[in-house]
């Protein structure tokens, strides 16, 4: 549909001369000789862009501008004057106005303004949209929930992403823990600050020193340039360490100094330098288990642990799949514009109420992104489903059989998660909660 331009002036034949010449320029342009009925129409959401003259004996352009603008924030409006009446027409630009014309001016004129005034509007409504999107995404509307165990974590981020506090988001991989701090620090008076992530899990250990607190020039073999790091590129915002139970105990002596003294030192470097960051952490191990073991400093848990946020697996929140599938089957069909699905079937929703979700909310989007590529029709049916979903084993006594030793039951379980987690090797040992090496040994046994 073309842009709607109105052009206002109480000498209705020039008015008219110009909007014929922008209907000629493909656009949809009309001219009225009243400022009282060019305010009806703006009011009635019939106008995209305002061009109107500053002398009229009903409502100036002035008033005419203010009106237009009380009702319409992003309505660029034009503004013609007479030479002799350049002081309003600067008045006019104070009060908002996009450009003025200073009679008498050339259609060619008016043609570059009104071009550039609609790019503006459409670029502002735009960044308005991109901003609702965001605020969905990352804030309450990306976390609706019906289930009583997910409705429980919400309450508490109600109560701590007001504050600074520390705070330890606990659950199984894929239970949606990055969400969960991304919408804390939305609803936090750090929203305006950055949102900074790093998988301690996903960076080898000799790396993530640096990645975390920066380094110097020369600090090491390949340091060319100095570095800031990822706590000095979230300073005024929020850091979420993943993966926090995966640290080595050096990199958990000067984290731990980090949240003590709020300061960090570069790799290589001599001296350090203060950060306003506010620290969450997130694991899908029991670091409980893991001081107890040796593996965790306990100094450092109490640290985090001040408040704990812990994520139920989607098998125990059955209730917000629906809700879920919609949401995360919009996500999938954004990334795939030329995919034919409208829906879920009521079928294909059935199966995926009733399915295990080891994956948990990870699994679900990679299901529905699956089927949104693959089906053909206006909705996802049964067939469009992965086999494990369609046709769910059927289950069997825990423990019938023949009696193994405990070895031959781990490789045989290790072997099964790995068929059914598609043969990725990364994904089973998350699942597992064991390194890619044991199970590596686990598969070859």
């Given at each position: 549909m073309p842009d709607?331009?109105?052009?206002?002036?109480?000498?209705?034949?020039?008015?008219?001369?110009?909007?014929d010449g922008l209907i000629d320029r493909g656009y949809a342009a009309r001219a009225i000789g009243s400022s009282k009925a060019a305010l009806d129409d703006i009011r009635s959401g019939k106008v995209d862009l305002l061009v109107t003259d500053l002398r009229m004996p009903e409502l100036d352009g002035l008033a005419l501008l203010d009106a237009a603008r009380d009702h319409d924030g992003e309505l660029p409006v034009i503004v013609m004057t007479a030479y002799g009446a350049i002081d309003s027409a600067v008045e006019a630009i104070r009060k908002g106005a996009f450009h003025y014309l200073t009679k008498p001016f050339k259609l060619d004129e008016l043609l570059v303004f009104v071009d550039r005034a609609l790019a503006d509007r459409a670029l502002r409504r735009e960044a308005a949209e991109l901003r609702d999107v965001v605020s969905h995404r990352f804030s309450r509307g990306g976390l609706t929930s019906a289930s009583p165990a997910?409705?429980?974590?919400?309450?508490?981020?109600?109560?701590?992403?007001?504050?600074?506090?520390?705070?330890?988001?606990?659950?199984?991989?894929?239970?949606?823990?990055?969400?969960?701090?991304?919408?804390?620090?939305?609803?936090?008076?750090?929203?305006?600050g950055p949102f900074v992530m790093v998988n301690s899990a996903a960076i080898p250990e000799s790396l993530l020193e640096s990645e975390l607190f920066g380094h110097v020039k020369g600090a090491f073999t390949g340091a060319t340039t100095d570095r800031p790091g990822l706590f000095a590129e979230a300073d005024g915002g929020t850091l979420l360490l993943d993966e926090v139970g995966e640290m080595s105990p050096a990199l958990q002596a000067k984290l731990l100094h980090v949240l003590e003294t709020g300061r960090i030192r570069p790799v290589g470097g001599s001296?350090?330098?203060?950060?306003?960051?506010?620290?969450?952490?997130?694991?899908?191990?029991?670091?409980?288990?893991?001081?107890?073991?040796?593996?965790?400093?306990?100094?450092?848990?109490?640290?985090?642990?001040?408040?704990?946020?812990?994520?139920?697996?989607?098998c125990a929140r059955r209730e917000d799949i629906p809700l879920l599938a919609d949401e995360l089957l919009r996500d999938a069909l954004r990334k795939n514009p030329r995919s034919s699905v409208k829906a879920i079937g009521k079928a294909a929703l059935a199966r995926l109420i009733d399915y295990s979700w080891p994956g948990n909310i990870r699994e679900l989007a990679h299901v529905l992104e699956r089927a949104a590529v693959l089906a053909t029709g206006d909705e996802i049916s049964e067939a469009d489903l992965p086999d494990q979903i369609r046709t769910p084993a059927p289950s069997e006594p825990a423990f019938a059989g023949e009696i193994v030793a405990l070895r031959e039951v781990q490789r045989r379980y290790a072997r099964w998660a790995f068929e059914q987690l598609g043969g990725n090797k990364t994904r089973t040992a998350e699942h597992l909660e064991i390194d890619v090496k044991t199970l590596s040994k686990l598969l070859s046994d």
């Open positions: 709607r331009i109105l052009i206002c002036d109480d000498k209705l034949a020039l008015a008219e001369t110009l909007a997910m409705q429980a974590v919400l309450g508490v981020l109600d109560r701590v992403a007001a504050s600074d506090v520390s705070l330890l988001i606990t659950g199984r991989v894929g239970t949606g823990k990055t969400t969960v701090a991304r919408a804390i620090h939305h609803e936090s008076a750090r929203a305006a001296g350090e330098r203060s950060v306003n960051v506010r620290v969450i952490t997130a694991t899908h191990r029991d670091l409980h288990a893991l001081v107890r073991d040796g593996k965790f400093r306990e100094d450092l848990l109490y640290r985090l642990d001040v408040i704990a946020l812990d994520l139920p697996p989607l």
